[in-house]
């Protein structure tokens, strides 16, 4: 009986990366390419792109919305008006597609990731941002694709570890996202995300004591995230299930 309680209790929402979302993977799929996708990018080796002074202002004025005043909607016009103006500018479209997460806008922000890897094929982060987006949309297959070439490019990412991880759990396979789960920790201890995957995975494995450790270290390292209120529902079970 017990056995069935804590896997009951296992906690199946987990956090996108940090730096792209902090959303839940609540909304629906959707399948239609955003407008931008109209206008393919041609192929990044016959073109070199140039500074052009409309699009630094542009840039400037979008990460000033975003990160300084924390208003993405109004970025998103700033970014958009970069990249139509240089569609070789892969940053611009990193940071499109970063405006989008924040506003849960999955579909469109995987265009935008994939846009920019397309322009800058070596850019580990585009496709991160793509897999995390194809998460959120909870179409893991192609999350794990993804994500695997991030890990290619660069493989001591914790947050593309963890995405991966998240897409393996997603596609019922716990056991080969664990490794990755533990990659993600190893190489970022402070990231509190794949504690709280760790401690489903230890549910899985039937071990209530480590699993309620790896809770309690993720509620340590972000007591106001957005898996808080959960985790702490869970610590609560846990430690009734265990007399303490």
């Known amino acids: 009986m017990w056995k069935a309680l804590l896997l009951a209790l296992a906690l199946f929402f987990v956090?996108?990366?940090s730096l792209i979302a902090q959303a839940s993977a609540t909304q629906t799929t959707r399948t239609a390419q955003p407008a931008q996708a109209a206008q393919p990018t041609p192929t990044p080796e016959v073109h070199k792109r140039r500074?052009?002074?409309?699009?630094e202002d542009a840039m400037a004025k979008g990460q000033e919305l975003l990160f300084k005043k924390?208003?993405?909607?109004a970025s998103l016009d700033?970014?958009?008006r970069a990249v139509k103006l240089d569609p070789w500018y892969g940053q611009a479209y990193m940071l499109l597609g970063l405006a989008q997460m924040q506003l849960q806008q999955w579909s469109d922000a995987q265009w935008a990731f994939e846009e920019a890897a397309k322009v800058e094929p070596g850019n580990a982060k585009a496709y991160l941002g793509a897999g995390s987006a194809l998460n959120e949309e909870k179409n893991y297959p192609?999350?794990?694709k993804a994500l695997q070439h991030s890990l290619e490019i660069r493989p001591d990412s914790p947050e593309a570890h963890y995405e991966l991880a998240r897409s393996l759990w997603g596609l019922g396979k716990w056991q080969l996202a664990e490794p990755h789960v533990r990659?993600?920790?190893q190489l970022n201890k402070d990231y509190a995300g794949p504690h709280a995957m760790?401690?489903?995975?230890?549910?899985?494995?039937?071990d209530p004591e480590a699993a309620l450790a790896e809770f309690q270290e993720c509620l340590r390292l972000d007591p106001e995230g957005s898996l808080a209120p959960?985790?702490?529902e869970i610590i609560t079970q846990l430690k009734k299930v265990l007399g303490k």
């Open 230 to 232: 959960s985790v702490k």
């Open 15 to 17: 956090s996108s990366f």
């Open 183 to 185: 990659q993600a920790i």
């Open 70 to 73: 924390h208003d993405p909607r």
């Open 142 to 144: 192609e999350a794990q």
């Open 198 to 206: 760790m401690g489903n995975i230890y549910l899985q494995r039937e």
């Open 51 to 55: 500074s052009i002074p409309e699009v």
């Open 78 to 80: 700033e970014f958009r």
